[in-house]
């Protein structure tokens, strides 16, 4: 006979899977009006249970984030063509090295509630293998994200960046607002910025595959 306590936590991680999984069918709603402007193409980027958003680095966002550069964000260099902007919790997305690295209590607070970092970084061309998936989003739209990223700031583009080391010589974390924990995770932040901007998403997205399936579903 199985343990209750067993079939009880089985039943609550089949829930959130399920509701995962109805969450990204279920659009959010998009308030903004279409824009006729020529579009702009992001792209999302997974990695195993994380995605992440990247920007084009075009004179365009150049110029709409060039606060970056005040914080050691070269986003000049010759080599850079994406802006990497990602969501995480602090213990766990900090610590450098691969998943094997991290620690069995940077997982609980991440399960349980961590406070969160805003990670932003450069990619150059992207390989021709790279799980990534791409969205053609117009200006007005294109604004709206970059405007929903610096409100992830508690100072917005004064934030200063943190003193942690990165996972490169171009990564610099900030502190963000709101916090991490298995209802509200790196992947639900990716489907909320992407929502307030006035692009169709799943209304909710904790998992990479429910960011897989909204994109599939949506776009």
């Known amino acids: 006979m199985r343990h209750p306590i067993a079939f009880w936590l089985g039943g609550v991680v089949a829930g959130y899977f399920v509701a995962a999984f109805l969450g990204a069918l279920i659009p959010g709603k998009v308030a903004l009006a279409p824009d006729p402007g020529t579009p702009v193409e992001i792209v999302l980027i997974s990695g195993p249970i994380h995605y992440d958003l990247l920007l084009p680095l075009d004179a365009g966002t150049k110029s709409r984030l060039g606060w970056l550069r005040r914080t050691r964000v070269s986003i000049d260099h010759a080599g850079a063509e994406w802006l990497v902007v990602g969501w995480g919790a602090r213990e766990f997305y900090t610590i450098t090295g691969g998943y094997t690295d991290v620690r069995p209590r940077a997982v609980w607070r991440a399960l349980t509630g961590d406070s969160a970092v805003l990670r932003v970084s450069l990619a150059g061309a992207l390989p021709p293998d790279t799980e990534a998936r791409r969205l053609s989003i117009d200006p007005t739209q294109y604004a709206a994200l970059?405007?929903?990223?610096?409100?992830?700031?508690?100072?917005?583009?004064?934030?200063?960046?943190?003193?942690?080391?990165?996972?490169?010589?171009?990564?610099?974390?900030?502190?963000?607002?709101?916090?991490?924990?298995?209802?509200?995770?790196?992947?639900?932040?990716?489907?909320?910025?992407?929502?307030?901007a006035g692009i169709r998403f799943g209304r909710w997205t904790p998992t990479p595959y429910a960011v897989s399936l909204s994109h599939a579903v949506h776009h």
């Open 146 to 196: 970059i405007r929903t990223i610096e409100d992830s700031l508690p100072y917005g583009r004064n934030t200063p960046a943190l003193d942690i080391k990165g996972f490169s010589e171009f990564d610099r974390f900030f502190p963000a607002k709101g916090r991490f924990h298995a209802f509200n995770t790196c992947n639900v932040w990716i489907g909320k910025v992407l929502r307030q």
